[in-house]
């Protein structure tokens, strides 16, 4: 059996709740095709939502951010926090205006996130980060110095409270526009990496390494 999140009544998902997920793997694996996430919360009743890169760790997800940051302030004293991570998977055009929809994956985590001291722990994350966004970059580029260290800031959300809605399949239109003579579909979208363009003040000697070269997400 697969392992389940406890749902919540904060993460149960209401409308088209056919669509939900509350699968640890199914929604990890949502998290982790992910490079952007969007970090909700409020300040004096002001809300924000910022988007930043982040990474899972197990069964945390570490994000930061610059240390005077107002989401790094605000988080750090406790304010509670909605993280949420969104695939596109294509667009689905109907016969109806109304019925046109999105095949999508989606996230949303909530809790409190921890200010990361732990010098060894914001390493890991900030490798973490580094293979995320390309694996085997961490070994080949410099890595952060005590001064860079100490200038980024990083928040860790345990997730503990965390559902995923997804729609997938095709055109689901009223049965009496069936017989429109409207094109209907789903229009496939995928991220594509393009050739890698080589700095102009890096040395024309060093090879462009395979995983920059054969880049594929």
């Known amino acids: 059996m697969p392992e389940l999140f406890p749902v919540s009544d904060r993460t149960r998902v209401v409308r088209e709740a056919n669509r939900a997920v509350y699968e640890r793997d199914a929604i990890y694996k949502i998290l982790d ?41 605000g988080l750090s004293s406790g304010l509670p926090v ?37 010098p060894v722990e914001k390493r890991r994350a900030l490798q973490a980060f580094t293979e995320k966004l390309i694996p085997g970059r961490w070994n080949d580029a410099r890595q952060p110095n005590e001064k860079e260290l100490k200038a980024t800031s990083i928040l860790k959300l345990p997730l ?6 997804v729609r997938t399949g095709g055109v689901e239109d009223d049965a009496e526009d069936y017989a429109l003579p409207v094109w209907a579909g789903i229009i496939p979208l995928r991220l ?26």
């Open 33 to 73: 095709e992910g490079f952007i996430c969007h970090v909700g919360f409020a300040v004096e009743g002001q809300p924000f939502v910022i988007p930043t890169m982040f990474a899972r760790v197990g069964d945390d997800l570490y994000f930061h951010g610059s240390a005077a940051s107002r989401m790094i302030r």
């Open 192 to 217: 594509v990496a393009d050739t890698p363009v080589r700095d102009e003040r890096c040395d024309a000697s060093i090879a462009t390494p395979a995983y920059a070269a054969d880049f594929t997400r």
């Open 82 to 118: 909605c993280i949420t991570v969104t695939r596109i998977d294509g667009l689905v055009l109907a016969r109806s205006v109304f019925n046109h929809s999105m095949n999508y994956r989606s996230v949303v985590a909530l809790g409190q996130a921890i200010l990361i001291d732990d």
């Open 160 to 165: 503990t409270e965390v559902s995923a809605k």
